[in-house]
């Protein structure tokens, strides 16, 4: 994959442009991107600040502050599992699933971006300590150590040994998986397992003075992680906040089909008001708006404001609470 094909969309075609809030140094936004470059897109790049306030994200998402987001046009896509459904959704090929096992990979990636990310968090947070800039460490520990984040970092910090055990099993798996010699996780070519997977470990390998040495006892893994540099992030340009504002007031939202999933077991139905936060709290901002339509994967709401027109904001369900208000 080093010889990059572009897609011919026009940077002018701002109706269905692909616009990413993000910021360099965040894992899971390196994520979006390696995700990007596997799809070889050209997007452009808004950088959003590393902790909030984020008014110019917040106007967007209505309350979803974490990094990234992806927007097109007047669509607004939170989490990666919802943004990379629908890069495959808009540009099917080269696919994100190259083996049949698209089912067992997201399954698996429920775990990569759950408890894989978080223990590499922890790590991170942990070896990090008094280091860490104060606003920074209050603002992530709570995210991932939860309220009682002080006392979680000092458990962080004391327990590193054992988190890197933690670390230590599952590298030994994806080492063992790739020992065969093939160049991403499900063979020759790239796909969504192997972004998923990868941003936890470019995370240790930057940011916690051991990983480059941890990562040395893993010879297939560090192979892998040199293939997947190669691919790049795509086509990247930046842009200002106020034009991707601009933006989504300027267009309208794809249209969607309302149509009432019987079987949803919450009885969620197009016209109610909602509003859905991430399962776990992490004190974060409910965000509140008219349900547009959901599936079994996805739930996505309106929301209207003078300063945005009208936007549609997309929410997996898996990992996310919808609450009927
Ligand atoms: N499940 C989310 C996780 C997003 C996430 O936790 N991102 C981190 C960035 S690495 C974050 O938001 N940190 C706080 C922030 O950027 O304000 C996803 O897959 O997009």
């Known amino acids: 994959m080093t010889d990059q094909i572009f897609s011919e969309q026009a940077v002018t075609d701002t109706k269905s442009e692909i616009i990413l809030h993000n910021y360099p140094q965040s894992p899971v936004a390196e994520k979006a991107r390696v995700a990007l470059g596997i799809k070889g897109l050209a997007w452009r790049s808004v950088e959003i600040p590393r902790i909030p306030p984020k008014p110019l994200l917040t106007m967007l998402t209505g309350g979803y502050r974490r990094t990234p987001v992806m927007q097109i046009g007047a669509d607004i896509y939170c989490d990666t599992q919802c943004i990379l459904r629908e890069l495959e959704h808009r540009h099917p090929t080269p696919t994100f699933f190259p083996t049949a096992d698209s089912g067992l990979l997201w399954c698996l990636s429920r775990w990569t971006d759950g408890a894989l990310f978080d223990l590499s968090v922890k790590i991170v947070l942990g070896s990090a300590g008094a280091a860490l800039p104060e606003d920074f460490a209050e603002d992530r520990g709570r995210l991932y150590l939860g309220p009682d984040w002080a006392k979680g970092l000092k458990e962080a910090n004391s327990a590193l040994p054992h988190l890197a055990s933690q670390m230590r099993a599952p590298l030994h798996w994806l080492n063992e998986q790739l020992g065969d010699g093939r160049r991403f996780i499900t063979g020759e070519y790239p796909a969504a397992i192997d972004a998923q997977f990868y941003h936890a470990i470019w995370f240790i390998r930057g940011r916690w003075d051991k990983g480059p040495a941890f990562l040395s006892g893993f010879a297939g893994i560090e192979r892998w992680e040199a293939n997947i540099a190669a691919i ?91 609450d009927i208000t």
């Open 232 to 322: 790049g992030h795509g086509k990247m340009t930046g842009m200002s906040a106020e034009d991707a504002i601009a933006i989504a007031t300027a267009h309208e939202p794809l249209s969607l089909n309302a149509s009432v999933d019987p079987s949803d077991p919450q009885g969620l139905a197009p016209g109610m008001s909602i509003t859905v936060s991430p399962d776990l709290d992490g004190g974060e901002q409910p965000v509140a708006g008219t349900l547009v339509c959901t599936t079994m994967e996805t739930v996505t709401l309106q929301r209207n404001g003078p300063d945005i027109g009208t936007v549609h904001v997309h929410f997996p369900r898996a990992g996310y609470r919808v």
